[in-house]
């Protein structure tokens, strides 16, 4: 052979086995996955099928606990459940948790089930983080039974929880505000309206939902009320009823403007926003056309990226 043609030979040989070195780390990555284990088995973009469940790419919730005892392991909780009780889940297990400041409730691990009391575990609460909205919560539990009394554990790590969740607000103001309605004073002890809950309208053949979607939503204060809909295709929250000291009125379409300043994340969800009201005559049975304008500050949830309209 000449030594052209050895050199084309060899060439040919390096060509075919960097093919096949390529095509092994491809099938490798495919059968393998993300290596980071926070978003391992969720593809970009890819909701949770679980209802109520959300993974960390959309609210960055989460840690491990490292388990000691009679078993050895790691909970990598990546995953939230937001349905009635808040858990955080994993592969094998979930912990579940009550309470505002949470607390850890219980435990499941491998088929176990560990019930907890709020003193079965220490607790350290860090501070929110605003771009997030959330906090980090240190959980120490130390020689915890299963329900059937067969296994004893020890539990220790750090966790990533929404801010609410764990009752730290930082230098976000407290909720609530007054509003002037003519001569009356509307007290709000708290303020918070959520922007999830569709209006359901029950018939003799079921129930709907109203298209396109409204959302009704209501802001209690300590001698009344305010009533809103929300419309989520234009984001739009508008006030379309007032209650003052037992006399309450419609509000007329665009008789009232609604201004919203973000002042901060309270979770991944909640939005502390100041709302400002003014409406140039609300008509009030018994008492008449009254203005009504004051600022409340409100934890909103699920607020819109771009705000309200």
Known sequence: MTSSAARQSLLVLSIAFAAVVVATLALTALLVGDSNPATAGQRDGEPSSAPGVSGPAATGVGGVLAITGDRADALL???EVVDDAYALLADGGRVVFEGTPATVS???????????DPGDCDYSIGERDESSGLAA?????VAIGDIRETVMLSVEGSLRLPADRLGVRGELPAT???????????????AAIDLRRPEVIETGRGSYSRYPPIYPVLLPAEHGALEFEYDSTLQHLRLVRVD??????????????IATRRLGQLSPRVTVVEMTLECAGVDLAGVGSVPLSGSLVVDVAELPATGLR
């Open 77 to 79: 909780l990546d995953r």
């Open 106 to 116: 219980r435990i499941e691990l491998d088929g176990l089930s560990f019930y907890l």
């Open 137 to 141: 919560l240190g959980v120490s539990c």
């Open 176 to 190: 609530g505000g007054q509003l002037t309605i003519g001569d009356e004073i509307l007290a709000f002890e708290q």
């Open 244 to 257: 003052v000291a037992g006399a309450a009125g419609r509000v007329e379409d665009g008789g009232c403007t």
